[in-house]
């Protein structure tokens, strides 16, 4: 068996194992190192573990993600989900369809302090969810709503795929979080527009609330402000060059423990929760970190990624449709993996074949650009019917609403997530305006 037979042994065969439930870092781990040895032999593949252990995780760089998690929990504990949603309400409540657009509001806030789809999604549930049927929202409406709103969480800086992705492309992290500024920006809108049009065309589907007072708009908005602080010395820190992307990490997460503390009533116990929920959660994304970084290996010994490049730059078609080919396997994809282990699972294929196409972009350009890309993409998997993974949470947290009532709430999100990608893909600028303004 050649080398570049093995490659797609290995990549067909870490996706079977995952289909049959073996968690996505033992697969990795399973399948990456049996290829490697197969390869290389077993002394190389343990030399390999030996150094490759030490030479992955001894780095500062990845301080930058336990501390961005830590944010993510002292805003949770510190009830920033509650002061953002109370504030989307108060300006967006009384439109057509507000509540649900000030839950869209309040994920992409919150998303600006999270980092995690799944994590927005469960949280703004809690707050929203109880409201949006007090006030009368079909079902439907409600969880799609949740749903598509939490891919935000991923796709508004900073998020932890994209800090991952700028580790493995050794780009730079401030640059790929103003990049997804306009698209995050974009999304926003339009699923607030997905909403307005949702209660127009269905009658019923969202009754009408009071307006909220002035004097209720400004205390709502007072009370959010730690939000927006936070985010604007996290992103425009990291992108100016005033602190590295762990220290403006760090710094996040002590400004976020102050506002907990003092804003939000976060005693001891609530600081316990956070840290290990953070340190839980980074334990699990290193181990898949390592597991990718073997498969990585075992794939690029194979020569299969490089192969693969060379026979997509032979076939006679527009660099930009083989993109969006690449677009719609991460679509499909999404519906059954998890983002981060699809993500690194996927990379080491996918970025030798996209930087082998001629898009008029140079390497830098290209890599931050194609990352928006992946994150969006994978932003589509997670609401797609009939297996996207907020689908399944946010209806498990729903209390008795039929699964088909929230594929139906989420069909428009879905549709206005694609026509997004297909933009950023033929309008790269969106994507590369604001991190060309440096």
């Keep these: 068996m050649s080398r570049f037979d093995i490659g797609v042994w290995m990549f067909a065969g870490t996706l079977v194992v995952i289909a049959l439930r073996m968690p996505v870092a033992g697969a990795m781990l399973l399948v990456g190192g049996a290829g490697y040895a197969a ?13 490759m252990t030490y030479s992955k995780f001894a780095s500062n760089t990845l301080a930058v993600l336990p501390l961005f998690l830590l944010m993510g929990e002292f805003a949770t504990q510190g009830g920033m ?46 707050v929203a969810l109880p409201e949006m049927r007090a006030a009368g929202y079909s079902p439907s409406l409600a969880t799609g709503t949740l749903a598509a709103g939490g891919t935000l969480g991923i796709l508004i800086p900073p998020s932890i795929i994209l800090v991952i992705y700028a580790i493995y492309t050794e780009q730079s992290v401030g640059a790929l979080f103003v990049a997804a500024v306009i698209p995050g920006l974009i999304a926003t809108i339009q699923y607030m527009i997905v909403v307005g049009l949702y209660a127009r065309l269905v009658p019923g589907a969202c009754p009408s609330i009071a307006p909220a007072p002035w004097k209720e708009r400004l205390v709502a908005t007072r009370g959010a402000w730690p939000i927006a602080a936070v985010f604007g010395l996290i992103v425009a820190g990291i992108y100016r060059g005033w602190f590295s992307a762990s220290e403006g990490a760090a710094v996040g997460a002590l400004m976020m423990l102050v506002f907990a503390v003092f804003k939000g009533g976060m005693r001891m116990a609530g600081f316990v929760e956070s840290v290990r929920n953070a340190g839980q959660t980074s334990a699990m994304i290193f181990l898949i970190m390592f597991s990718a970084e073997l498969f990585s290996a075992a794939l690029a010994s194979s020569q299969m990624p490089a192969e693969l490049a060379r026979q997509v730059a032979a ?9 969006v080919v690449i677009m719609l396997a991460y679509m499909v994809l999404g519906c059954f993996m998890e983002s981060l282990a699809m993500v690194l699972l996927t990379l080491p294929v996918f970025i030798p074949l996209v930087l082998s196409l001629d898009l008029g972009l140079g390497k830098d350009a290209t890599l931050v650009w194609f990352g928006i890309l992946v994150l969006m993409s994978v932003e589509i998997g997670m609401i797609s019917p009939p297996f996207g993974l907020n689908l399944f949470l946010i209806n498990s947290m729903s209390g008795g609403v039929p699964m088909k009532e929230t594929y139906k709430g989420v069909l428009g999100f879905c549709t206005m997530d694609v026509l997004r990608v297909l933009l950023i893909v033929f309008v790269p600028v969106l994507a590369l305006w604001l991190p060309g303004l440096k």
Excluded: Q
């Design 39 to 51: 390869i290389n032999g077993w002394m190389p593949l343990l030399s390999t573990l030996k150094t």
């Design 81 to 126: 989900n509650s002061r953002l949603f109370r504030a989307a309400r108060a300006w967006f409540g009384h439109w057509r369809g507000g509540l649900a657009m000030a839950t869209i509001g309040g994920c992409a806030a919150f998303g600006a302090i999270c980092g995690s789809s799944l994590a927005t999604a469960a949280t703004m549930c809690k």
């Design 315 to 323: 076939v006679n078609a527009s660099p930009y449709m083989i993109v």
